[in-house]
């Protein structure tokens, strides 16, 4: 039996995230082990995040498992492509609201999975997202009527309807 693992990377709300913990359940529901990146306790700033998401990469040995995904939102979707690149992990990645810092990553050959954002999402215009995904041939899905969060404040129904549009998504 193989060995999977899926490594889960916050944005700035942390863990707490409903879309993050259903994209890394989707994969746990596939037999891979789940990891959260928690992020330290002080200092949130893009290096101290990174750092932080190094060592707990390092306490791994990921030479053991045959398939590794990265599920990441927002800041995350930066911290865990950097880590990609700088590491030489072979990861798959899954990026729920990419910031403008992760659109050098979103290639064509960086076995993405899935790019979702909103189409009101005030970190990146979901145009150039699609433009970039298109050009590159990275699978995308845009919800709309939703912001950076992926989710609508006092509307339960469709934040449930946006986990489930999204993470169906995932099983095409």
């Known amino acids: 039996m193989s060995k999977k693992i899926v490594f889960s990377f916050p944005g700035g709300r942390g863990t707490e995230v409903p879309l993050l913990y259903f994209g890394a359940k989707h994969y746990e ?3 891979y082990e789940k990891r959260f990146v928690e992020y330290p306790t002080s200092g949130h700033d893009f290096d101290t995040v990174y750092e932080n998401a190094k060592a707990v990469l390092k306490s791994y040995d990921l030479g053991e498992y045959d398939d590794i995904v990265f599920v990441a939102k927002s800041k995350g979707t930066v911290v865990a492509c950097k880590l990609i ?25 960086n076995q993405i999975v899935l790019v979702a954002a909103s189409n009101n999402d005030r970190h990146l215009k979901s145009e150039t997202l699609c433009s970039l995904c298109e050009s ?7 919800e709309p009527n939703v912001g950076h969060r992926m989710e609508v404040r006092n509307d339960l129904e469709k934040n449930l309807q946006t986990i489930r549009n999204v993470i169906g998504r995932l099983e095409r």
Do not use: Q, R
């Open 29 to 31: 529901d596939k037999d």
């Open 85 to 109: 690149e700088e590491l030489k992990i072979n990861a798959s990645l899954v990026l729920f609201t990419p910031l403008a810092d992760t659109l050098p990553f979103i290639k064509g050959d």
């Open 136 to 142: 590159e041939k990275v699978p995308y899905y845009i």
